[in-house]
C-alpha cells in the first residue's frame, strides 16, 4: 500500500490511543499495537522500521513483546550492551553485564516457548552460548584493568584484547594472554594469528621469528609461511616478508611472491633449488623452468 498514508494511519491510531511522545501508558500500548498487529502486515513493519529510526527502544520492545518474540528483545538489549562497552558510558561493567543477563532470559524464553521450532531453539543456543562467552570476557577485562593499571579493556573483542596484551604489557600481558587462551579454548590456528597479528603490528620482529621457527614442534607456524610473509608485507616490512617466503614449500607460490616484491635473486634461487633436488613441487619442471626464465 501507500507508505505514507499507512504512516499517516499508523500515527493518527497512536495518536488517538494517547501514545503520544515515549510517555505510553501501559493499557493504551497495548490496545494501539492490537490495532496493528490485527491483519496489518506493512503496518507491522513500517512500525518497527519507524522506532528502529528514531530509536525508540521503548515501542520496539513493545511490539516485538506483543508479537511473541523475546528473542528479538534480547538481541537488542546485546546491541545496546554492546554499544555501551563501545561508548564506555556510565558504570560501565554493572550496566553491561545487567543487559548481558536480561539477553540471556529473552533468549531463554524464547527457546522455551511452546511454538518455537527446532531452528529457532538451535539459534538461540547457540546465541545464548556467545553472551555467556561475553560475560566471561568482561569479567576477564574487569580483572586486566586491576591489575594492568592505567589500560583499557572492556569493550574489546576477545581477539583484540588477546592482541593488546601481547603488544602493549609487557611479560605480565603474556601471561594473562596464556591463561585467557586455556580460558577460552582458543585453538591452534587462531592463537597463531593472534600472535602473528600482534608481533607484527607491534614491529617485535625477534619475537615473530622466534615463534616462527618453534610453533608446531619446529615444522613451521602452523597458519603457514605464506601468511606470516603476507602479514609482513601487510605492514609494508619486505625484508621480513623475504624470510618467511622463501620457506614456503609451494615453489609456484615462492616465485610469485618473492619475485612480487623484487626478491628475484630469492626467487630464482629458489627455483634452482627445487630443480636440482629433483624434489616434487605443486608446479612441474617446465612451469618452473618457464618461472626462472621470466626472471632472468
Known sequence: GDVDLIYLVLFYVRYKAGAVGKNIPVQNMKDFLRVVLTGHADGIRLLILYAKQVNDEELIRSIYGAMGRPGDIGDLISCRARQRALDREGNLFEEVMEDLKLTLGYYDREINAPTASRETKSSRKFEMNQTEIQMRLLMEQRQLEAVVVGERFIGLTLVDTMIKLLTKVGEIGRRECLKMKGAFKIGDKKWSWIRVRAYVDSGQWEELERMAMTENKGRG??????????????????????????RMGDVGEKVELLAGIGAVKEAGDAVMRELKAGRGATVNEESAREMLGELR
Open 221 to 246: 607456524p602452523v597458519i603457514g609461511w605464506r601468511a606470516v610473509a603476507e602479514e609482513c608485507l601487510r605492514v609494508g616490512n619486505e625484508e621480513e616478508a623475504v624470510k618467511y617466503g622463501v
